[in-house]
């Protein structure tokens, strides 16, 4: 994904999806979301030997 293109695959294991090409307002709203989303998760696992 980047400003103008965009692949979304609802569910990975079919092979259903859409593209869009030259679509800067979805692609941007695409990202927009992935961003709230990125900014609102942790690491699930803490990074110690125990954690391991």
Same mark, same amino acid.
């Given at each position: 994904?980047d @400003? ?5 695959? %609802? ?6 999806? @859409? ?5 800067? *307002?979805? @692609?941007?709203?695409?990202? /927009? ?5 990125? /900014?609102? /998760?942790? %690491?699930?696992? @803490?990074s *110690? *030997?125990?954690?391991?």
């Amino acid at each position: 994904m980047d @400003a103008q293109h965009y692949l979304r695959r %609802p569910v990975a294991v079919q092979f259903r999806g @859409a593209i869009g090409l030259n679509d800067e *307002t979805e @692609a941007l709203a695409m990202r /927009s979301r992935f961003q709230e989303i990125w /900014s609102a /998760s942790y %690491p699930g696992v @803490a990074s *110690t *030997t125990v954690g391991l």
